[in-house]
C-alpha cells in the first residue's frame, strides 16, 4: 500500500490524479465561474444548478449573488484532474477481498492536494450503474459546486460526466465523497488537502491517515442493504431504545465499553437474502452518551487495510511528523491513538486551534484533526479503536528494528487523556469575531431506532429551505438532542464557533450527545442553498437533513 507521504519540501507538488486520470496545472487560466457544461455524453450532466431544487425568494444556487461571492475569493492557479466513479474489486488485505464502488482502483481515493487560493477543476465520470454526485466537505465553495442533487446540482447520471470547478479559499484537511443515498458508506472517498503557503507548522514528514467502518462487498452485504433492514426499525429484544445514557450532556468517560453483538449476526440472514444481518444490538460507549452506533461492521481500515495487513509509515527518531486524520466511516466515531506517543493538536476540521496535548482523540463521521507527534524510536501501533463496538484498525510507525505488534494491540494511550471537541479553543488568527447574533434558528433532533424515522423537528427532508437567513447577519444554530443517540451534526459551506463563543473552535461538523444541546454560531457569508444533516450516512438516508437558504 501506497503511504500518504509529503514532505515540508514538496509543498506546491502537483495535484495527484485518481483512476485513469490525466493531471495538467496551468498557471493563471481564466476560465470563467462557471460549473459543468450542459449536453455531457448527452446527459444533461450541466453544471451549476440545472435540475437543482430551487425556492421563490431565496438565492440560486447559480444566481448572481453566488457568482459575486466566487469573484472575491479570487482565481488562482487552475488545477485539472479527472476522477472515474467505477465498480472495482478492491484488496483490504489478510485476504478480504470486496467488491465495491471506488475512485479508480484504491481505496481511499488518490488524495487531491492543491494549495489555498488555486482554482480547482475537477471532471468526475460517471461509470456507475446509477447516479452520483461529489460533495466537498468542510470547503467554503460556491454553491453551485457543493454537490448535492436536486437542491445545488442535478445529479451526474450513468455514464455522465459533471464539472466541478471553484476557488480552494482556505487551507486545511478536508475531503470529499458522494452525496446520493448511502452511496458514502461503500469506497467513494478520498482526502482533499489544501495547503496554506504560509504554513507556520514546522514538520518533517505529514501522514494523510483515513478511518473507515467497511461493510460493502462483505457476505454479500451492500450499504442499501444495511439501509433496508435498519429501516425497519429495532422492535425486539435488545433494540436501541432505552440505551441512551439519560441527562449525559457533556463527553466524560475513558473506559472502552463493549458491545453486546448478536451472537448469531455471522448465519442470520438480512432483508432479502443480502447477506448476514448487520443491525448492531448493546453497542455503547459513555464518551458517547450511551449507545454508540447502529451498524455491526465487519471490519474497520485505516487507509483502506484491514489490522491484520496494516499500511506501515517510516520515519527517522525523533522527526516531528504531521497526521492528517479523516473519519470517513458512515455510523462509527474512532478513539484515535499513537502508542509510545504524546499528540498536539493543532488543527479541528481544518482550522487552527490552540495546541493541546493529548493521548487520544475521539471523532466522530465526518469530522478531521491535525496533530504533531514526535517520532521515538522502534515499532509502535496507531490504533483507531470503533467506540462502543469493540473492534481496532491498525496502522504501523516505524523508526527502527523490532516486530510488529499484534492486530489486536491496544495501547495504554486509548484509556489516558480523551480529548473531544468541546475542550478545543480557536487559535486567535481564526476565532469568530466577538459580535451579538442577528438571528437564532433552533433546530430539534427527533426519531429513533423504533420506527427508524430520524428527522430534524418531525419532518423528514425536502429540498425546500426550513431555515432562512440574510447575507452578513451572525447567525446562531441551536440543535437540541432529546433523542438517545448521538449525532455528529454538519453544515455545508461554512464553518461554526462550536459553543457560539468568539472563542469556540471553528469547525463544520461537530457531535451532539443523547439528551444535549450544541451551540454553533457562524457569519452568513456565502450565499445560496445549504445542506444541515447528521453525518451518520443512514440517519441522514432515513430523513435527518434540511436546508438553510439565503433571502434574496
Not at 457533556?250 to 463493549?258: C, D, K, N, Q, T
Not at 457560539?500 to 442553498?529: C, E, M, Q, S, Y
Request: aromatic share 6%; charged share 20%.
Amino acid at each position: 500500500m501506497t503511504e500518504f507521504i509529503h514532505r515540508r519540501t514538496l509543498l506546491g507538488a502537483s495535484l495527484a490524479v485518481a483512476g485513469t486520470a490525466a493531471l495538467a496545472a496551468c498557471s493563471g487560466s481564466d476560465g470563467g465561474q462557471g460549473g459543468g457544461h450542459a449536453g455531457h455524453n448527452g446527459g444533461g450532466q450541466g453544471g451549476g444548478a440545472a435540475g437543482a431544487g430551487s425556492a421563490k425568494g431565496f438565492v440560486a444556487p447559480d444566481g448572481p449573488e453566488v457568482k459575486a461571492a466566487e469573484a472575491k475569493r479570487g482565481k488562482g492557479p487552475e488545477r485539472k484532474v479527472r476522477f472515474t466513479a467505477t465498480p472495482a474489486t478492491l484488496d483490504l488485505g489478510a485476504g478480504v477481498t470486496a467488491k465495491s464502488w471506488a475512485y479508480g482502483d484504491r481505496l481511499p481515493g488518490q488524495e487531491v492536494r492543491v494549495t489555498a487560493g488555486d482554482t480547482l477543476a475537477l471532471t468526475l465520470a460517471n461509470n456507475l450503474p446509477e447516479s452520483t454526485s461529489l460533495h466537498w466537505h468542510g470547503l467554503a465553495l460556491r454553491n453551485d459546486m457543493d454537490g448535492v442533487p436536486g437542491l445545488t446540482q442535478a445529479p451526474v447520471k450513468a455514464g455522465g460526466t459533471f464539472d466541478y470547478r471553484f476557488t480552494v479559499a482556505h487551507p486545511g484537511t478536508y475531503w470529499f465523497h458522494p452525496h446520493s443515498g448511502v452511496q458514502q458508506d461503500r469506497g467513494l472517498y478520498a482526502p482533499l488537502i489544501v495547503e496554506d503557503p504560509k504554513e507556520p507548522l514546522k514538520y518533517d514528514k505529514e501522514w494523510v491517515i483515513v478511518l473507515d467502518d467497511w461493510v460493502d462487498g462483505i457476505d454479500g452485504s451492500t450499504p442499501d442493504a444495511v439501509l433496508t433492514e435498519l429501516s425497519k426499525g429495532m422492535t425486539s429484544g435488545g433494540g436501541h431504545e432505552g440505551h441512551g445514557a439519560a441527562g449525559t450532556t457533556a463527553m466524560g468517560g475513558r473506559g472502552i465499553v463493549s458491545a453486546a453483538r448478536r451472537p448469531a449476526a455471522a448465519k442470520t440472514p438480512g432483508p432479502g437474502g443480502a447477506g448476514p444481518s448487520r443491525m448492531m444490538m448493546g453497542a455503547k460507549s459513555d464518551l458517547l452518551g450511551g449507545d454508540a452506533g447502529d451498524v455491526d461492521y465487519p471490519h474497520y481500515l485505516i487507509n483502506g487495510r484491514t489490522a491484520k495487513a496494516p499500511v506501515s509509515f517510516g520515519a527517522k527518531p525523533g522527526d516531528r511528523i504531521r497526521l492528517r486524520i479523516i473519519n470517513a466511516g458512515g455510523d462509527t466515531a474512532f478513539r484515535i491513538a499513537l502508542g509510545g506517543h504524546e499528540m498536539t493538536v493543532t488543527h479541528s476540521d481544518g482550522f487552527p486551534v490552540a495546541p493541546v496535548k493529548t493521548d487520544a482523540l475521539l471523532l466522530g463521521m465526518g469530522e478531521r484533526y491535525d496533530v504533531v507527534v514526535t517520532a521515538g524510536d522502534g515499532v509502535f501501533p496507531l490504533v483507531a479503536l470503533a467506540e462502543g463496538k469493540d473492534t481496532t484498525a491498525l496502522a504501523l510507525f516505524r523508526t527502527g528494528g523490532g516486530a510488529a505488534p499484534a492486530a489486536t494491540v491496544r495501547p495504554a494511550e486509548l484509556t489516558r487523556r480523551v480529548l473531544t471537541a468541546d475542550k478545543l479553543r480557536a487559535d486567535a488568527s481564526v476565532a469568530l469575531p466577538a459580535r451579538k447574533p442577528d438571528r437564532e434558528i433552533e433546530i430539534e433532533l427527533t426519531g429513533g431506532m423504533a420506527k427508524y424515522d430520524w428527522a430534524f423537528d418531525g419532518k423528514p427532508y425536502t429540498p425546500d429551505p426550513r431555515h432562512e437567513v440574510r447575507a452578513g447577519e451572525r447567525v446562531r444554530l441551536v440543535f437540541r438532542n432529546p433523542t438517545e443517540m448521538w449525532h455528529p451534526l454538519h453544515l455545508h459551506g461554512h464553518t461554526f464557533a462550536v459553543g457560539g463563543t468568539a472563542g469556540g473552535a471553528r469547525k463544520d461538523t461537530a457531535v451532539i450527545l443523547p439528551n444535549g444541546t450544541l451551540t454553533a454560531d457562524f457569519d452568513a457569508d456565502n450565499p445560496g442553498l445549504w445542506m444541515i444533516h447528521c453525518h451518520n450516512v443512514y440517519h441522514a438516508e432515513a430523513g435527518m437533513m434540511t436546508v438553510l437558504g439565503y433571502r434574496k
